[in-house]
């Protein structure tokens, strides 16, 4: 796998996919690309990488090697997954890679007893493009016709640019890069891509981490958007994170797929990287088997059965479909909605601490004096795999309680509050999610009556185990959440209660467990969230463990005096046919005149 953007592009790129994935379409001017500049010669990624870093060292190329994403495809592995395709030549007359490196994915087909006719392989990088061209030299067979393009790929239109003799059979496959603009973004990087929105997403995920995209999958992308008319077969190693995109991608867009197989990569051993990588192979266009929506999941390059199956079930993406299909019941919609957490992006001034005694400090040390009634209550999302009386004592400093509320009269409303912001300014100044863009100063987002709402129920996004906890409020005061959580305002202790433990019923649990992915970053979402009806899991859940389940969420998650049993099974009745509710308006209208402010005087 080369690195595709740095050096020269055509003068006119072609009208396609920009390397940041959106379409540019005939017509509008061609997308950027992620090159650094135009210069016709760019220093190679080898040795002499050291004439534009003049100050080079080892950790400055590991620095360079997570910048560019390139991870070089050992010869070995190359070799066994061209091994896994069968008769190349037999099945596809040409071969491309679109980001082939150093060529060891063309060395691979070479090797092969029947290559094909004609094999392209598209590289930026000079010292990469001209190791492939070598390697290839040595071993081309007089019969295949190579060809090995100094190019950007995103400045190329598939269609039309590239040199093919013939219109056989295609075969896409290699190793395109390993990195998403959000890291990008983090390394400050100069090939950091413009934003746009690669996945067509609606509203604020447009603008929030649901639009994070990984290089790889624009790379994908544009191979979908620009040769699916080829029928081609695409082989690709990437994350498998990148994997599920695109085949949420294909089912959303409704392109039709045949023959889609992954298989697991182990890349801490290949590639030294701690995330999950596959193999992926389907064959784009209709074939002479349906798809079913089902792909077979094998445990390496020389697995001959699936050890289990993934696909698409109630509108998710299962990592066990057979597993999941046991509690496809409880799958259908919610009609409350969850809510994330308060999003501040400055924890380290706007998240505090404090022991047993003593006061309240921040993430840099410091001791922090402000109005308390600004600062609430927090509860982090690893904080809710403890119980109750092993959390942390944390307070999150709240400016603003509805969004986009004005928050300069803090200077006269709270002075103490603003002297404390204004002398962390430069951390607020760098905050880079575009949420906080044009907004009034030290703003905040994801907070609204909901975040203040006495009784919740909260679920981590990103920590495990899963576990669905009941929140109450800890000195009178409501307890906020961080945007590691989801929440749920409830109207009472019982009420939340009842639905954590629906939430902890071996129905939700063992279908999250069946839906999320071992290598997910964020295993629980919003959106897989809204899907599982808990209106059915209380209708459907042994009752006796249920009710149980509530008496002691009460007790030990909100401190609350015991209960009978039958005032938790009224609720529970009550609950299942509100949360069965097309619109569920009769649930949970917290307080919404509540104070969500402590008394002025009361002490932080």
Request: positive net charge; glycine residues 10%; proline residues 9%.
């Amino acid at each position: 796998m080369g690195r595709e953007w740095e050096g020269e592009a055509p003068a006119e790129p072609a009208h396609g996919v920009g390397l940041d994935g959106g379409l540019a379409l005939p017509g509008e001017p061609p997308a950027k690309t992620f090159s650094k500049s135009h210069n016709p010669h760019p220093a190679p990624m080898g040795e002499g990488i050291s004439a534009q870093f003049t100050r080079d060292s080892t950790g400055r190329r590991a620095g360079l090697r997570r910048e560019f994403g390139d991870f070089q495809t050992p010869p070995e592995l190359a070799s066994a997954l061209v091994r896994r395709l069968g008769p190349i030549g037999e099945r596809w007359g040409r071969v491309l890679e679109p980001t082939c490196g150093r060529g060891v994915f063309l060395e691979a087909v070479l090797d092969r007893p029947a290559p094909p006719a004609e094999m392209i392989g598209v590289e930026l990088q000079v010292d990469h493009r001209d190791a492939a061209r070598d390697l290839v030299e040595r071993r081309r067979p007089g019969a295949t016709r190579v060809s090995i393009l100094h190019a950007d790929i995103f400045s190329l239109n598939l269609r039309a640019d590239l040199p093919w003799g013939d219109r056989g059979p295609l075969l896409i496959l290699g190793n395109p890069p390993w990195v998403t603009n959000a890291e990008l973004g983090r390394l400050g990087a100069a090939n950091l891509p413009p934003k746009r929105n690669l996945k067509g997403l609606g509203g604020l995920d447009a603008r929030t981490g649901a639009a994070n995209f990984d290089l790889g999958e624009a790379v994908w992308l544009k191979l979908i958007a620009e040769l699916a008319d080829q029928n081609p077969t695409i082989a690709l190693l990437c994350k498998t994170s990148v994997a599920r995109a695109v085949l949420h991608h294909l089912h959303r867009t409704g392109v039709p797929t045949t023959d889609v197989e992954l298989i697991e990569i182990d890349a801490r051993r290949w590639f030294r990287a701690s995330v999950g990588a596959c193999f992926l192979r389907l064959t784009l266009g209709p074939g002479a088997e349906a798809d079913s929506g089902r792909v077979s999941v094998f445990a390496g390059p020389e697995a001959t059965r699936p050890h289990r199956t993934m696909g698409l079930i109630g509108g998710v993406f299962a990592a066990d479909l057979d597993a999941a299909r046991t509690f496809a019941f409880a799958l259908g919609g919610f009609p409350r909605a969850w809510r994330q957490g308060i999003k501040h992006d400055a924890a380290p001034v706007m998240e505090l601490i404090r022991g047993a005694t003593g006061p309240f400090r921040n993430g840099l040390g410091e001791t922090v004096d402000v109005e308390a009634s600004f600062a609430h209550p927090l509860v982090k999302g690893s904080d809710l795999v403890r119980p109750r009386a092993e959390r942390p004592n944390r307070a999150m400093i709240v400016t603003q309680e509805t969004l986009g509320a004005e928050t300069r009269d803090l200077e006269t409303r709270a002075p103490r509050l603003w002297s404390y912001l204004h002398s962390h300014a430069e951390r607020f100044a760098r905050r880079r999610s575009s949420i906080h863009r044009g907004r009034s100063p030290f703003s905040i987002f994801g907070v609204g009556p909901y975040a203040f709402a006495p009784f919740k129920v909260a679920v981590a996004g990103v920590h495990r185990p899963i576990r669905f906890r009941a929140l109450g409020p800890v000195a009178g005061r409501p307890v906020v959440l961080d945007d590691t959580c989801y929440m749920l305002p409830c109207e009472s202790a019982r009420e939340a209660a009842v639905i954590a433990a629906a939430g902890n019923d071996p129905v939700v649990l063992g279908l999250l467990g069946a839906l999320v992915f071992a290598d997910a970053k964020r295993p629980v979402t919003k959106g897989l969230l809204q899907k599982i009806d808990l209106g059915i899991v209380l209708k459907r859940a042994d009752r006796p463990p249920l009710i149980q389940r509530a008496l002691d969420i009460l007790r030990d998650d909100l401190g609350e005096p015991d209960e009978p049993a039958e005032s938790i099974n009224a609720e529970i009745d009550r609950l299942a046919v509100l949360l069965s509710a097309p619109d569920g308006s009769k649930l949970g209208p917290f307080p919404r005149g509540a104070s969500t402010r402590a008394p002025s005087d009361h002490p932080a």
